[in-house]
Each structure stands twice: as structure tokens, then as C-alpha cells.
């Protein structure tokens, strides 16, 4: 399928060789690198911060994203446009304890592409005040915070509202599914309109990550 951009989670990579692992991938096919970030507070997970980003920056020129799921992301931002991304998505939740609007300013002042998340349980009408000030939309098709998780077949209705969204408004957010995505949950996202996707398992966890990535954008 043309004009799907595949972004693999490195969540999901070896990283006793990560370095390898982000040219793998950058060879194979990938659009850019999605990176998630957990603190601990906000998912309870940890993974890795702004210098394992500054190592994956060295390794490609493909755009490298940075998912916050984090607390106080404002704080963070000119850590992560330091180390090299081009694209920060922060999440709407309260409990993410940031002034979303503010953040999403101060990431776009940084140049970087500003991005906006919703977990499973939070309404489209959340974001909606907010769609005029973002690059891509990210919604979430599992509980963040865990690689491996099974797709929520459910979120779909939110990728349909976005896609109609762009089309009422003018507007041209990417419109990103992340969680659970596999050949088969890749195509049901893109029929509904998503035109971005984040698969972490479905690619590292494969033997030809060519192939897997060939396999999401329809084969
Ligand atoms: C979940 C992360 C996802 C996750 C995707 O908290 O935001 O990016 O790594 O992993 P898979 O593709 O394995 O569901
Ligand atoms: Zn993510």
C-alpha cells in the first residue's frame, strides 16, 4: 500500500546490538524510528531517555519520533530535540502533568513536528480542542507502556473521527496507530484511515524485517 509510513518501535529491538538493529531497519524498508519513552510514573515501565535516542540519532538519517509517556514532558522536550528528533508526541491524559497546549507550542517553537496521544480510555473529544496545533495523532491501540500487547479493535472509531476530521477541517495530521500492529491489524487501521503505524514485535521479533515491514504496508 503506498503512502503508509511504517515506523518500527525500538522497544522491541535487541539492544545488545541496537546500533545494528536501527540500520536493519532503516535498510529494510522504514519510513522513520519511533522511540518510546517511560518513566516509571506515567506507564509502569521503564525504558531508556534522550542519550540511547542520541545513539539511535548516529546510526541513521531516517526522522526519529519520540513517544513521551512520561510526566512533566515539557521539561524534557530540549532534551529530546537535543539528541535529535524531529517529531514529539506527549500524551492528553491529566496524569501525563503538563499544559498539553503549551507543550505542543514549545515543541513546534523547537522545529521539531508536534504529535498528540490518547490511551484506549481516553474519548476522541478529548483531543479535539487541540487539532488545529498538531502534525500527527497517535492513537493508542493498547495500554501504553508494554510492547507485545493485543490490538483494541475498538479504537478504530477514533482513527475514523481523526480521518473525518482531516477531511472537514483541512487538516493534515498523521494519523498514527501504535499497539498490537501486525499485517492484519495494519490493514484494518488503514481501511479506517490511519496513514501512519507503529509495529515493534511484528518487525524485531521477525527473522526479515524487510519482509515483515512489505507485510505491513500490504505485501
Ligand atoms: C506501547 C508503545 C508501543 C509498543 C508497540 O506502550 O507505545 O510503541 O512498543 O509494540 P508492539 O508493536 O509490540 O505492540
Ligand atoms: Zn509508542
Known sequence: MSGIIIAPSIL?????????EVRDVADAGADRIHCDIMDGHFVDNI????AIVGFVRKETNLSLEAHLMIEHA???VPRFVEAGVSCITVHIEPEAKHDVTNTLKQIRDCGCRA???LNPA???SAVEPLLDRIDLLLVMTVQPGFGGQAFRAEMMEKVQRAA??????GTKFDIEVDGGINPGTARQAIENGANALVAGTSIFHTEDYSKAIRALRGG
Do not use: I, M, R, V
Not at 47 to 50: A, I, K
Not at 164 to 169: E, G, L, R, S
Open 122 to 124: 481516553t474519548p476522541f
Open 74 to 76: 515539557d521539561h524534557y
Open 47 to 50: 525504558s531508556f531517555g534522550p
Open 12 to 20: 522491541a529491538a535487541d539492544f545488545s546490538k541496537l546500533a545494528q
Open 164 to 169: 473525518a476530521w482531516n477531511k472537514t477541517y
Open 115 to 117: 504529535g498528540l496521544s
